[in-house]
């Protein structure tokens, strides 16, 4: 999964946050898979996950400024990237994520006046179950 964030602005959107909550479909982020460009060189951006890992929130990131072209803007982008699963007894299909309006924080109070949403496809076939035995030796 890759979560774009771009700035039509001029000045960047500094000690910015964001919630990524999947649990309304039983997604679950993958721990250990998880970046972002969302920071600076002098000021780490953080990615935690919490809700069982259905719910992922950026911290203190940098949302790089756009660079105005003269008639226009060329927006700044950051990205958030990770893997996404399906628990075993998930019926698979196509499952939608959304981050809703208003959802982005940062310092200069700009914040996303539309909801952003895409779908992720759950392939049944491709979950493995394993079964593990232990061995008495």
């Known amino acids: 999964m890759t979560l774009t964030i771009t700035n039509p602005y001029t000045q960047a959107l500094t000690n910015a946050g964001l919630v990524d909550d999947m649990s309304a479909y039983d997604l679950e ?27 992922l929130t950026l911290s203190a990131g940098t949302i790089p400024a ?52 895409d779908y992720i496809y759950v392939d049944p076939q491709s979950i493995d179950v394993y079964k593990y035995f232990p061995h008495t030796f």
């Open 66 to 117: 756009g660079v105005d072209n003269g008639s226009t803007v060329t927006p700044g982008i950051c990205t958030i990237t990770g893997s996404v699963t399906a628990p075993g007894n998930s019926a698979g299909g196509t499952m939608w994520n959304a981050i809703p309006t208003n959802t982005l924080t940062n310092d200069q109070d700009v914040s996303n006046t539309t909801s952003a949403s």
């Open 29 to 55: 982020f993958v721990p250990g898979t998880l970046s972002t460009t969302c920071e600076t060189g002098g000021s780490a951006a953080s990615l935690t996950l919490s809700n069982n890992n259905q719910t």
